[in-house]
């Protein structure tokens, strides 16, 4: 176990410090447009993504970067709010100036992952059968109400 430990560090480079997205959300943030008491709320839906995300590998998987851009999709989906950059550019997304070439696949599957740590039932990837009424949508219905009852 020392032997893999070693090895692990060593590729680490012994580097065990973890930037976490709060400024990268705070910047994108300041350079979306649209309502302001709306576009709060979604600021703080996806802070409180960031707070919660904290408790999983999230932040050691995905660069800051992509982890702010996903929770605010994320927190904008959930209010029906349409982000929109001050300066977008014509076909494409909001995000395209944060994170060039960052994929919606990406995207979503950072998002799937944080709301996955608000299902209390989660069960281990080894089960196959899930609950009768296990759906992903009404995890993201149990996600929103749990998010929400925290801000």
């Known amino acids: 176990l020392l032997i893999h430990e070693r090895i692990l560090l060593q590729t680490i480079k012994f580097d065990l410090q973890v930037q976490h997205p709060y400024s990268c959300l705070l910047r994108f943030a300041k350079a979306l447009k649209g309502e ?15 707070n919660d995300s904290l408790s999983t590998t999230l932040c050691l998987q995905w660069e800051p970067p992509i982890v702010a851009v996903a929770v605010l ?27 060039p070439g960052l994929d919606l696949l990406i995207i979503e599957e950072v998002d ?28 993201l219905a149990m ?4 998010v929400t009852a925290a801000a």
């Open 36 to 50: 302001r008491a709306k576009l709060q709320k979604v600021v703080q839906m996806a802070w409180n993504f960031v």
């Open 73 to 99: 999709y994320l927190a904008a989906k959930i209010n029906t709010f349409e982000l929109e950059a001050v300066e977008p550019k014509p076909g494409q997304p909001w995000w395209s100036d944060f994170v």
């Open 112 to 139: 799937r992952q944080v709301l996955e740590s608000y299902d209390p039932d989660k069960r281990p990837a080894v089960v196959l059968s899930t609950p009768a009424n296990s759906s992903s949508s009404a995890l």
């Open 143 to 146: 996600s929103s109400a749990s």
